[in-house]
T-cell receptor
Framework: DVKVTQSSRYLVKRTGEKVFLECVQD?????MFWYRQDPGLGLRLIYF???????EKGDIPEGYSVSREKKERFSLILESASTNQTSMYLC?????????????FGPGTRLTVL | DAKTTQPPSMDCAEGRAANLPCNHS???????VYWYRQIHSQGPQYIIH???NNETNEMASLIITEDRKSSTLILPHATLRDTAVYYC???????????FGTGTSLTVIP
């Protein structure tokens, strides 16, 4: 079974803080993704990575950065958190880059920025 | 940029089959139909996917019409734990992104 884990289920931060969200997958997948999910807006892709040290912008990268130093780990960074970044953040991975492979999701991190 | 249309909500009696419809009338020849579900406050869970043939796995069956403009996800014997939002997604073969729409909220009733 594919397992995608995220560092926290719930997180509360203050405006202006730097926030790190960690995601780890244990199946040697090449692709990893960060989405945010908001009511009425569905899932929106923030960034994805198809290889170590490689990253590509998704639909809404502004205010975020990512890091992939190891194949199994993909981090999402909020350099200076703002209240409009309060959301559910979902990490996903898939086996092969640029393929039909299924994406497997982690449990999500619900971030609240005060 | 969801390319699918699903009813916003459905009910199903426990133990009965749940049939969840999805319209994707603009689907292209190289686009797959995926189904995921999301139980409240959890990450989406993969269920099944297909291109043009019907598919079955341990969770569900996927029936795709011959013209590929619609599909139905069938949960053969719904349980209370199947209560979730079900998403039908159309995805190109080499696309990285999944576009989740608003899905169908399925409630399984005892």
């Amino acid at each position: 079974d594919v397992k995608v884990t995220q560092s926290s289920r719930y997180l509360v931060k203050r405006t202006g803080e730097k926030v790190f969200l960690e995601c780890v997958q244990d199946m040697d997948h090449e692709n990893m993704f960060w989405y945010r999910q908001d009511p009425g807006l569905g899932l929106r892709l923030i960034y994805f990575s198809y290889d170590v040290k490689m990253k590509e912008k998704g639909d809404i990268p502004e205010g975020y950065s990512v890091s992939r130093e190891k194949k199994e780990r993909f981090s999402l960074i909020l350099e200076s958190a703002s209240t409009n970044q309060t959301s559910m953040y979902l990490c996903a991975s898939s086996r092969l880059a640029l393929s039909t492979d299924t994406q497997y999701f982690g449990p999500g991190t619900r971030l609240t920025v005060l | 940029d969801a390319k699918t249309t699903q009813p916003p909500s459905m009910d199903c009696a426990e133990g009965r089959a749940a049939n969840l419809p999805c319209n994707h009338s603009t689907i292209s020849g190289n686009e797959y139909v995926y189904w995921y579900r999301q139980i409240h406050s959890q990450g989406p869970q993969y269920i099944i996917h297909g291109l043009k043939n019907n598919e079955t796995n341990e969770m569900a069956s996927l029936i795709i019409t011959e013209d590929r403009k619609s599909s139905t996800l069938i949960l053969p014997h719904a349980t209370l734990r199947d209560t979730a939002v079900y998403y039908c997604i159309v995805r190109v073969a080499t696309g990285n992104q999944f576009y989740f729409g608003t899905g169908t909220s399925l409630t399984v009733i005892p």
